[in-house]
């Protein structure tokens, strides 16, 4: 059960986002075998001052088109898992709707399957 956050430039059309949205859900669903009902997903639009970031931290060249994407996820995927979903990702994006590699920004927040209640004040996964 993957809840995704994405922080973004504001300005941006509700086609480029839902893109963003299905291109990450599609690449969780690939590498992570997240079930096709599973999904958690918010987009933040932030202005210019409320967005900032490194442009070459790690000898990156990244633009104002930068997508911070936060992924929290169960403590049960692999490293391998894990690789193959942050460039399952940036494929995806670069694709569709075109967002350059240097551009997307990917942290993943690993939890105890406890520490999860989809409703009713119940750990579900407990």
Known sequence: ??????????GKSAAYRKAILNAVQLALRETFDVPPRDFF???????EENFVYSPDYLDMARS????IIQLVVSQTRKLEQKQALYRR???LLEQVPGVRPDDVF??????ARENWSFGHGVAQYA
Do not use: W
């Open 1 to 10: 059960m993957p809840l995704t956050r994405i922080s973004m430039r504001r």
């Open 41 to 47: 997903m918010t987009i933040s639009e932030h202005d």
């Open 64 to 67: 104002d088109e930068l997508l």
């Open 89 to 91: 990702i940036v494929n």
């Open 106 to 111: 990917i942290n993943l927040v690993e939890v």
